[in-house]
T-cell receptor
Framework: EAGVTQFPSHSVIEKGQTVTLRCDPI?????LYWYRRVMGKEIKFLLH????????ESGMPNNRFLAERTGGTYSTLKVQPAELEDSGVYFC??????????FGNGTRLTVT | QKEVEQNSGPLSVPEGAIASLNCTYS??????FFWYRQYSGKSPELIMS??SNGDKEDGRFTAQLNKASQYVSLLIRDSQPSDSATYLC??????????WGAGTKLIIKP
């Protein structure tokens, strides 16, 4: 079974630019999560999709972040405009029911 | 605010010894507990899950849960240098969201 895949693996952009991260969950997993880890801090929840619906987006830091999950398959997380404090590693994870999460390899975002 | 606490370490253990990693959590109604291992530059990898009080063993790993004390631990027997990594404790709340600890860095010295 293919795992959770994320693209790109690394992105370096300038402050004010836009970046879109993509996540392809494990096939059949209705639950898709976005997390972020900034340097030296714990992993923080951003949002949770159940199929195409946003179940919980309480972790989204502000309205510069927009997540979508078209058709309940892959998801995108857009940051527009990016700020320096957005730098970190963005993880996507998926699960079926309430089972443990399977993580993608993450996207390392560097905003300069 | 729901919290998961871990000692950041680093925890240094000689090769072949038992490594003991600890985690406490604040949400008393939590039911599911997970240990993830994260190598530098990599994503977290699930190594153990535990749902009921007591011990759960899987190879060299043993997870221990005490809900009354709100405490979960991970024991690694016969520690190997390849076990050197950051170990993340995660607790699932009643909304099926994971609350993460900051992780404990484990170093196994040959």
């Amino acid at each position: 079974e293919a795992g959770v895949t994320q693209f790109p693996s690394h992105s370096v952009i300038e402050k004010g630019q836009t970046v879109t991260l993509r996540c392809d969950p494990i096939s059949g997993h209705d639950n898709l999560y976005w997390y972020r880890r900034v340097m030296g801090k714990e992993i923080k929840f951003l949002l949770h999709f159940v199929k195409e619906s946003k179940q919980d987006e309480s972790g989204m830091p502000n309205n510069r972040f927009l997540a979508e999950r078209t058709g309940g398959t892959y998801s995108t997380l857009k940051v527009q405009p990016a700020e320096l404090e957005d730098s970190g590693v963005y993880f996507c994870a998926s699960s079926q029911d309430a089972r443990p999460l399977h993580f993608g390899n993450g996207t390392r975002l560097t905003v300069t | 605010q729901k919290e998961v606490e871990q000692n950041s370490g680093p925890l240094s253990v000689p090769e072949g010894a038992i490594a003991s990693l600890n985690c406490t959590y604040s949400d008393r109604v939590s039911q599911s507990f997970f240990w993830y291992r994260q190598y530098s530059g990599k994503s977290p990898e699930l190594i153990m899950s535990i749902y009921s009080n007591g011990d759960k063993e899987d190879g060299r790993f043993t997870a221990q849960l005490n809900k009354a004390s709100q405490y979960v631990s991970l024991l690694i027997r016969d520690s190997q240098p390849s076990d050197s990594a950051t170990y993340l404790c995660a607790v699932m709340d009643s909304n099926y969201q994971l609350i993460w600890g900051a992780g404990t860095k484990l170093i196994i010295k040959p």
